[in-house]
């Protein structure tokens, strides 16, 4: 256990609920393998009290706060300021302190990035099939065109929703970069080419761990590589179902490993290495029960 004593700085995590967070493992185990005197715990907020939790962090010092849901978007109102990528989302899951206040960052998305990086998938100039029109896909949404992907279809259950990520994110970005579809549709994608597939919809997420957004096999001939944002099960029916098909498929665990890496980052004014960064996937890989 690490020694707590009067330069000891505070990091933590507001949510509802916070309870199964692994964020404590993360920076907990990097400040300890830098020899860093931080701490960083969960603290459960409830609803009405975001503007008073984050005033009240301020106030005592806090280094930075991670925020989950149901909170990110909500918190953008209590910042002084908010990074430009994660204003246009929508979304702040990283505050950090500044001169008077906190600024919000999304370090899900940079995450999700370097995640991909890691891979060595690319979104410049990919052609990408994102399935969801949700919060986690409007942000991923975002990511691609700010990385300058040829295009995206945009794939979901309810059209409405994927219209209106569309025309947001090809507002921002002033090109067409995102075409929205029916989930049903996929069989109008061109099939001349294999794609990048992002699976961000909730389907596939533990218990329900049989399901998938699309079953047709047809549609996995189409997918050179998959990735899932979810990460429970480490292999969902989407990642299977891809690999059938001969692609190669991965789960958002390094996601969740790189959000937050670059918040402790940003935090510390610091860069992890990358094998401190991959101590930490392995015990974040231990804890989930994932042996590859
Ligand atoms: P998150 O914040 O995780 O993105 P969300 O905003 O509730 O969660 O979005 C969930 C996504 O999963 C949406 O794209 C949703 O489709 P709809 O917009 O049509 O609701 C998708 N989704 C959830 N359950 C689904 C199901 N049974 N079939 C198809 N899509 C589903």
């Not at 998959?226 to 480490?234: E, H, R, S």
Request: aromatic letters at 8%.
């Amino acid at each position: 256990m690490q020694q707590i004593d009067g330069y000891t700085r505070l990091c933590g995590l507001i949510g509802n609920p916070v309870e199964h967070t692994m964020s404590p493992m993360i920076h907990n185990t990097l400040a300890r393998k830098e020899g860093r005197n931080l701490v960083y715990v969960p603290f459960h907020v409830e609803h009405g009290q975001v503007q008073k939790a984050v005033e009240g962090a301020y106030a005592l010092n806090v280094l930075g706060l991670n925020v989950t849901v149901p909170y990110k978007g909500e918190v953008i109102g209590c910042l002084t300021d908010t990074d430009a990528m994660a204003g246009r989302i929508g979304a702040v899951n990283t505050l950090v302190r500044t001169d008077g206040g906190y600024k919000g960052y999304n370090t899900d998305m940079m995450g999700l990035y370097r995640a991909l990086c890691s891979e060595e998938i690319r979104l410049e100039g990919e052609e990408i099939i994102l399935l969801g029109a949700g919060g986690a896909a409007r942000a991923v949404a975002f990511l691609c065109a700010s990385k300058k992907a040829a295009r995206v279809y945009l794939l979901n259950r309810t059209l409405d929703k994927a219209k209106q990520v569309a025309e947001e994110v090809n507002c921002a970005y002033a090109y067409e970069c995102v075409i929205p579809m029916q989930m049903e549709a996929y069989a109008t994608i061109p099939s001349d080419k294999k794609y990048l597939a992002i699976q961000a919809t909730s389907v596939g997420l533990y218990p329900n761990v049989e399901e998938a957004v699309i079953t047709d096999s047809a549609f996995y001939e189409k997918i050179h590589t998959g990735f899932d944002l979810i990460y429970k099960p480490a292999e969902t029916k989407f990642m299977a179902l891809v690999r059938e098909k001969g692609g190669q498929a991965f789960h958002g665990l390094k996601m969740l490993l790189y959000q937050g890496v670059i918040a402790y980052e940003l935090w510390n004014d610091t860069e992890v290495s990358e094998e401190d960064a991959l101590a930490v996937y392995g015990k974040m890989k231990a804890e989930m029960g994932i042996r590859d």
